[in-house]
């Protein structure tokens, strides 16, 4: 790992985990800018992600989403993803060049009740899949990305990112 490398700190998890919430909350708790990939296609595509996964599919999504990772060039900044970054495998290997790679792990029913709108959040799901089969076939994947995994259920935010900078060991 170059030494800029340890600089960043990339977020994964299931859409619903908090990524993007916590990302905010944990750049400003370590002095560093923050990113939001799902931001970046919704700029560069000029339109929601439910609008580009209902026009463009599901395999078009995953192939936006990481050529929008791809461009992420950054130093100093806290990362967060879509929660079908995982299926991009080039992209993955450019963010952990980046930095460590967090996953927040949430469980199915936590996320059950936070997603009450699936239909207009823009998840990349496949024709027929449910919550719970993205569930299990995206944890095993944030499994083995993720350079540390953050238990989540029962957390609120300040205590989440305090796991997270307990976890980084001040290698930001």
Request: charged share 20%; hydrophobic share 40%; net charge negative.
């Amino acid at each position: 790992m170059s030494a800029a490398a340890s600089h960043n700190v990339t977020l994964i998890g299931m859409p619903g985990s908090g990524k993007s919430t916590i990302g905010v909350v944990l750049a400003k708790r370590i002095n560093c800018q923050f990113v939001d990939t799902d931001l970046i296609i919704q700029t560069s595509q000029q339109r929601t992600l439910q609008e580009i996964m209902d026009a463009e599919g599901f395999d078009a999504f995953c192939q936006i989403e990481e050529n929008a990772v791809l461009s992420v060039n950054v130093d100093h900044h806290v990362v967060a993803t879509g929660g079908s970054v995982v299926y991009g495998p080039e992209g993955m290997a450019h963010l952990k060049k980046l930095g460590q790679v967090v996953f927040l792990k949430t469980g199915l029913k936590t996320l059950e009740e936070r997603l009450s709108n699936m239909a207009t959040r823009g998840i990349a799901l496949k024709p027929g899949q449910t919550l719970e089969h993205l569930f299990h076939e995206r944890n095993r994947l944030y499994t083995e990305y993720a350079d540390i995994t953050i238990e989540c259920d029962g957390l609120n935010v300040e205590q989440i990112c305090e796991k997270i900078e307990a976890a980084l060991n001040g290698s930001i």
